[in-house]
């Protein structure tokens, strides 16, 4: 009876690992596209980095993205050259998908927008998931596929579910940079005023939309920070975040400052002004991306770390927040 015993706990151990592991795999393939779609770039570049840092998450084979601004739809983005040139049709399975829903379709066969392409391209394409994807004001489709039937699961509706608000969010920033540029070339003297006003506007929309919350897992949130950070940018990403924080009841939240230009001492202490503002509503901040020669320098220059947890990579973060869950 000991021997069963040990056995079963042995075995409950391993699939709490196992389970533990898969949790923070995920987490982890979460935080790597967040910090793909806040990569700079035009519309187009993003769009493209979205599809293929979704699919690649996903495990999917391809990925491709529909436009059905017109009465038919045409690939802007594809991860597969073959299936670029495609045409589409819109059908029960697509207007699903665009009404707001991402759906798991397992036999592509049986599906009438599927049906219309040739052969080349069934024979590649078992199953697929469709998402809606905001991408300005045309009605987009984001589509996965896997050559296996029956690939996609509630799994994956969920992940893709949870990176589409970050995907639209980096698409309305590009596009607002793109807006931007065009403002500035198109100044003239005598509408001056006008543009530099049109251009405050759109450098305010780009500050909101420069920072992505993402829940990477249950109750856990990832803020990867790019560029570099002031007072109001602080602003905008403790108002955002506070509202993040008590939307999902988030436990943790970890800022990465990897792609930050560079740490210096205010920029550090805008943070921990951040952190306690999280701390205040209950849950743990921690802080990712600090290196050696970062830690070198602030410590050289005095700074309070005060009770923030540091890291030194972002899966490191990831790793110990995800531990802690399974030990509870």
């Known amino acids: 009876m000991e021997d069963e015993a040990a056995r079963e706990t042995i075995a409950e151990l391993q699939r709490a690992r196992e389970e533990e592991r898969a949790l923070r795999l995920e987490a982890e393939g979460l935080a790597e596209a967040l910090l793909r779609f806040t ?49 589409w049709r819109r059908g029960p399975a697509f207007d699903r998908a665009l009404a707001g829903r991402p759906v798991a379709s397992f036999d592509l066969a049986q599906l009438a927008e599927w049906q219309r392409q040739p052969a080349s391209v069934l024979e590649r394409c078992g199953s697929a998931l469709h998402a809606p994807l905001q991408a300005g004001p045309a009605r987009a489709l984001l589509v ?7 690939y996609f699961d509630g799994r994956h ?58 829940e990477v897992w249950s109750r856990i949130l990832c803020v990867p920070v790019i560029g570099s950070m002031d ?16 939307a999902t009841r988030a436990r943790a939240v970890v800022i990465d400052v990897t792609g930050l230009d560079r740490m210096e001492a205010n920029a550090l202490t ?16 921690v802080l990712a991306g600090i290196g050696p020669e970062v830690a070198r320098e602030l410590a050289r220059e005095g700074v309070a770390w005060g009770d923030i947890t540091t890291h030194r990579r972002l899966h490191d973060a990831l790793r110990t927040l995800l531990s802690a869950r399974g030990r509870r």
């Open 270 to 285: 805008l943070f921990l002004r951040v952190a306690a503002a999280v701390r205040l509503l209950g849950s743990a901040c």
């Open 157 to 214: 509706v969920s992940l893709v579910r949870r990176l589409l608000p970050a995907a639209a969010q980096a698409l309305a920033r590009a596009r607002a940079e793109e807006e931007l540029a065009r403002a500035r070339e198109l100044a003239h003297e005598r509408e001056i005023q006008e543009k530099l006003t049109l251009i405050e506007h759109q450098r305010a929309a780009m500050r909101a939309l420069s920072v992505p919350i993402l």
């Open 231 to 246: 007072e109001e940018r602080c602003g905008h990403l403790m108002e955002r975040l506070l509202a993040a924080v008590n």
């Open 144 to 150: 996965l596929t896997h050559p296996a039937r029956a």
């Open 39 to 87: 990569e700079p770039g035009t519309f187009a570049e993003t769009l493209a980095r979205i599809v293929e840092a979704t699919a690649r998450t996903a495990g999917a084979a391809a990925g491709l993205v529909i436009d059905f601004e017109g009465a038919d739809g045409r690939v802007v983005a594809s991860t597969d050259p073959r299936l670029s040139s495609t045409a």
